[in-house]
C-alpha cells in the first residue's frame, strides 16, 4: 500500500509557542490529505481537509487560526498548532488518499504542551 | 449525515479462534466504500479490508474476511485463526462515493473495539 509520513512522531513544547507538523505522501501525489485528532482509547476526530493550491476546509468547531494547514504541493501537508496550550496537547494523525481512493494514515505526532 | 456505529466496545478472543467485530452504518447514498481499519499500540493505522458497496462479493484479506449486508447496512468484520498481533483497536469506517463535493473523500468513523487475544 501507499505509505504517508509524519514529522516529528513526538514534539514536547512550552505554552504559548508554535509547533508544525509535516505530512508526506512517500510514493504517490495526494491532491486531497486530511488532518484529524486522537484521544486515547477515542475514535479519530477529522479536523480538517488539507486542499493542494487552496484553503483547507475546517470542520465545525476547529479553529482556523489555531490550527494553521499549508498544502504546498501534491506530497506534502503541514499542521501548524499556534500559541499552543495544554489543552492543545494529543495525538494528531494526517492522511491521504491514493489513487484508488483508499485513504492511507501516517504514523501520527504526540504533542505535549507544557 | 452517515454514522458509523460499532456496538462493541471490547472484544477478547482465544489465540487460534474465530471473532466476529460488528459494525452498523446508515446512509442515503448508494455509492459507498467501507473500510476495517487497526490500530495496533504504535497507533499506526492500518488498512485491514476495503467493499465497494456495489459488489455483491464479500471482501477477503487472508485471515479477514467482511460479511456485508447492504439492505441491513451491516458490515461485520470476522478474524480467523485469530494471533496476538491481531491485538488491536479496530475502526469500521464509511465513505461516500462519486467525486466532488464537500465531503469527498472523508472517511466517517465508528467508535472502535478494542480486541484482546489471549494466548
Known amino acids: 500500500g501507499a505509505v504517508v509520513s509524519q514529522h516529528p512522531s513526538w514534539v514536547i513544547c512550552k505554552s504559548g509557542t508554535s509547533v508544525k507538523i509535516e505530512c508526506r505522501s512517500l510514493?504517490?501525489?495526494?491532491?486531497?490529505m486530511f488532518w484529524y485528532r486522537q484521544f486515547p482509547k477515542q475514535s479519530l476526530m477529522l479536523m480538517a481537509t488539507s486542499n493542494e493550491g487552496s484553503k483547507a476546509t475546517y470542520e465545525q468547531g476547529v479553529e482556523k487560526d489555531k490550527f494553521l494547514i499549508n498544502h504546498a504541493s501534491l506530497t506534502l501537508s503541514t499542521l501548524t498548532v499556534t500559541s499552543a496550550h495544554p489543552e492543545d496537547s494529543s495525538f494528531y494523525i494526517c492522511s491521504a488518499n491514493d489513487l484508488y481512493e483508499t485513504q492511507y494514515f501516517g504514523p501520527g505526532t504526540r504533542l505535549l504542551v507544557l | 449525515a452517515q454514522t458509523v456505529t460499532q456496538s462493541q466496545p471490547e472484544m477478547s478472543v482465544q489465540e487460534a479462534e474465530t471473532v466476529t467485530l460488528s459494525c452498523t452504518y446508515d446512509t442515503s447514498e448508494s455509492d459507498y466504500y467501507l473500510f476495517w481499519y487497526k490500530q495496533p499500540p504504535s497507533r499506526q493505522m492500518i488498512l485491514v479490508i476495503r467493499q465497494e458497496a456495489y459488489k455483491q462479493q464479500n471482501a477477503t484479506e487472508n485471515r479477514f474476511s467482511v460479511n456485508f449486508q447492504k439492505a441491513a447496512k451491516s458490515f461485520s468484520l470476522k478474524i480467523s485463526d485469530s494471533q496476538l498481533g491481531d491485538a488491536a483497536m479496530y475502526f469500521c469506517a464509511y465513505r461516500r462515493g462519486g467525486a466532488g463535493g464537500t465531503s469527498y473523500g472523508k472517511l466517517t468513523f465508528g467508535q472502535g473495539t478494542i480486541l484482546t487475544v489471549h494466548p
Open positions: 510514493d504517490f501525489q495526494a491532491t486531497t
